[in-house]
């Protein structure tokens, strides 16, 4: 009887340890999971799309620099008036491979860059013929002061998400993305404007694929020059009259501008297949964009 009271006394202890074991563990999966969830919401870093480069963990003050910096400033007075095209958007956008523009949302200038990490010099090499020499004094993934080396100027702020494409030509400004806004030299015929109004679409496109990986809290079209009003489920095109100069100015004088005109109302007015309400307004409108891009040739 005493052995047998001993083994089941030891089996009920062992019981307890087993279930008290199993509720710890319930409990550290369940915190873990919350940890997850919380990870994983909308506009968490884990949450962005996986053909992007995280700068955030980036050992080099080279990673973290080659990317886009908008000046805090001008970024914070563009949200708060609601993105007037008068106010200034400046800002360096710096890729990996070199290239480089100079405010892509105002006036936009192509050029290269070149970073010296043990001088923490940045030089700006523009295509008008000039150079532009900053010291860098604070850099974070997300966090860049700059100073101009050779004025006497109060250093400025930019900020950044500290995120890039894996794929350059993903972004939508790339150079090679944002020929449709260089203003030609020449009158162009309808091949050269087909093509013009096919690169402005696929610029829009990849922007809109863009906000949507970087999970943006919101899509803003500041500075950019456009034809195209822009609603959840709707793109319009602006009445010829009301279209601003940053966007006419893209081509070499009016009359062009109107030729343009006539071959996107054609556009415009033909149907396109809408994606699921559930996707969001973002990636919608992308679909439809893309579209667009295909259609162009035909018209």
Known sequence: ?????????????????????LALCYCNSDKGDAVKEKRMKP??????DTSMIDLEDAISAKEKIGQRWDN???????????GSIEMPLRGFYLFRDGSAVKNPRDNMIFGTWVFDEKERS???????GSTEKYTVQSLAFNKLILKNSEENDKPVDY???GFIHKDLVNDPFYQANLQWRVKPKAPEDDAALHKR???CLHFYYLYHIDNSRRNAARLDYFGLP?????????????????LAKNWTNIFYNAADASKAYIILDKMISKKYVWGEKSLGWVKQNAGVLKQMEAKIDSL
Do not use: P
């Open 226 to 242: 456009t034809c195209f009003k822009w609603y959840a489920g709707g793109i319009h095109l602006i009445k010829e009259k009301e």
């Open 159 to 161: 900020v950044a998400d």
């Open 1 to 21: 009887m005493f052995e047998h009271s001993c083994k089941e006394r030891n089996m009920k202890k062992l019981f307890t340890a087993i279930s008290l074991v």
């Open 43 to 48: 506009g968490d870093r884990a949450g962005v």
């Open 197 to 199: 109004i096919k690169g």
């Open 122 to 128: 940045l030089q700006v090499i523009l295509a008008n």
């Open 72 to 82: 805090k400033e001008d970024n914070e007075d563009a949200i708060n008036g609601g």
